[in-house]
Nanobody, 112 residues
């Protein structure tokens, strides 16, 4: 059974940093496109970042230069390093495998 479990969310002041983790089980993160999405209250879920099997990365314009997506093959885990956080980054963050399998989400709250 393929499962994704996010962690690392929390409350942080604007300008601060957080690192989100997404532990995968049942399938290797290296052979699939993994991505982060987020959903703020009252808004639709939106793309944040993705990493393909060949390590090609892509970012939403709103996070480019501040967020970094990566993966640890040995840990079979996906990461999202978030720096210089802004109030508008407040959302529930989800990791996904090929936009088919989704985690339960982790809350990120940035205080202004």
């Amino acid at each position: 059974q393929v499962q994704l479990a996010e962690s690392g969310g929390g409350l942080v002041q604007a300008g601060g940093s957080l690192r989100l983790s997404c532990a995968a089980s049942g399938i290797p993160v290296t052979t699939n496109t993994m991505a982060w999405f987020r959903q703020a209250p009252g808004k639709e879920r939106e793309f944040v970042a993705r990493i393909s099997a060949n390590t090609f990365t892509r970012y939403a314009d709103s996070v480019k230069g501040r967020f970094t997506i990566s993966r640890d093959n040995a840990m079979n885990t996906l990461f999202l390093q978030m720096n210089n956080l802004k109030f508008e980054d407040t959302a529930v963050y989800y990791c996904t495998l090929n936009q088919i399998i989704w985690g339960q989400g982790t809350q990120v709250t940035v205080s202004s």
